[in-house]
């Protein structure tokens, strides 16, 4: 069955270290989006993509935070530098698009920022 | 402004029994709806959906039911299992094919 993919699984980093996150979609799901999530809340969405284009960043703090996608197939989100507020989930979905179809989720990557 | 709210943070239920999670929403232009589950260090799984046109959609367990009037839903899982326990998710689609999600139920099924 097809999966999609984020590594790492945890990391761990002081503040003001840089990080990377990956997301590699379900093959043929042109839209990709990644989500923050705090413990007892719901996912925040951080960036949405079409294809290689960004959708929205609205939520994504630009000032440290950057996301690509540039073939329009896997994504790297970074932090940079990273902060302490910034542990948390970092979450990568991946949907065919249109209204109606569901969003499938990678495993998701546990930051720690020390 | 929360557009999805799940006001229980946490439900328990005893095994066999039946598990009811609630959701509200606010914006009357929500047309499709859709639940989530996750376990810990996992990313949330699709479950069930429904949409507007609808006030009921079925799959083996579970349920979910919309009143559109009282802009309202809820799962049901009959009869609940261990391997339910979990945190689930409500959220809405909006037109830029969106989720506006809720802040999660953690259900908690006794033996």
């Known amino acids: 069955e097809a999966e999609v993919a984020q590594s790492p699984r945890y990391k761990i980093t002081e503040k003001s270290q840089a990080v990377a996150f990956w997301c590699d979609p379900i093959?043929?799901?042109?839209?990709l989006y990644w989500y923050r999530q705090i413990l007892g809340q719901g996912p925040e969405l951080l960036v949405q993509?079409?294809?290689?284009?960004?959708?929205?960043d609205s939520q994504l703090p630009k000032d440290r935070f950057s996301a690509e996608r540039l073939k329009g197939v896997d994504s790297t989100l970074k932090i940079q530098p990273a902060e302490l507020g910034d542990s948390a989930m970092y979450l990568c979905?991946?949907?065919?698009?249109?209204?109606?179809?569901?969003?499938?989720f990678g495993p998701g990557t546990r930051l720690t920022v020390l | 402004d929360q557009q999805v709210k799940q006001n229980s943070p946490s439900l328990s239920v005893q095994e066999g029994r039946i598990s009811i999670l609630n959701c509200d929403y606010t914006?009357?232009?929500?047309?499709?709806f859709l639940w989530y589950k996750k376990y810990p260090a996992e990313g949330p799984t699709f479950l069930i959906s429904?949409?507007?046109i609808k006030d009921k959609n079925e799959d083996g367990r579970f349920t979910v039911f919309l009143n559109k009037s009282a802009k309202h839903l809820s799962l049901h899982i009959v009869p609940s299992q261990p391997g339910d326990s979990a945190v689930y998710f409500c959220?809405?689609?909006?037109?830029?094919?969106?989720?506006?999600w809720g802040a999660g139920t953690k259900l908690i099924i006794k033996p």
């Open positions: 093959s043929g799901h042109a839209t």
């Open positions: 914006n009357s232009m929500f047309d499709y």
């Open positions: 979905a991946s949907s065919l698009g249109g209204a109606y179809n569901e969003q499938f």
């Open positions: 993509f079409q294809d290689e284009s960004v959708v929205d």
């Open positions: 959220a809405a689609t909006t037109s830029n094919y969106q989720l506006i």
């Open positions: 429904i949409s507007s």
